[in-house]
């Protein structure tokens, strides 16, 4: 039997599949959620580098928000890093989810990334 970390790796392995098949060149929008925290970055996977970033771990966040690890959390960072990339040029990307479902924390910070102008 699998444990938890495992079968959630092979999520994150099929779903990452999934994405490459379909991006056609776009960057990869890739969320991690911990239990604390929740933090996103725009990844060139053509390069292998990192466009844009954003966290709850990053200063100014830390001062406005009451926690990391809810829902209002994950809609400021996606307003983040949607607004640093559309100044970066980026406006459209595939979403990659990872492991976890779309669903809560995800969910919210991929609709306030769609609201502040990232195409996906």
């Known amino acids: 039997m699998l444990s938890p970390k495992e079968l959630h790796e ?29 933090a996103v970055q725009i990844i060139d996977d053509a390069q292998g580098k990192t466009l844009v970033a954003a966290s709850t ?11 990391g ?3 209002a959390a994950a809609r400021a960072v996606g307003a983040l890093v949607a607004e ?7 406006k459209e990307v595939v979403f990659d989810r990872g492991g976890y479902v ?6 919210e910070l991929a ?10």
């Open 84 to 90: 640093r990339a559309v100044k970066a040029g980026i």
């Open 10 to 38: 092979r999520r994150a392995m099929r779903t990452r599949y999934n994405i490459e098949k379909k991006a056609h060149g776009r960057p990869r929008l890739s969320v991690y959620r911990s239990g604390k925290n929740i």
């Open 69 to 71: 690890a809810d829902k």
């Open 102 to 107: 779309y669903h809560g924390r995800v969910k």
């Open 57 to 67: 771990l990053e200063e100014a966040l830390r001062k406005k928000l009451k926690t």
């Open 111 to 120: 609709d306030a990334a769609r609201e502040a102008g990232l195409s996906f």
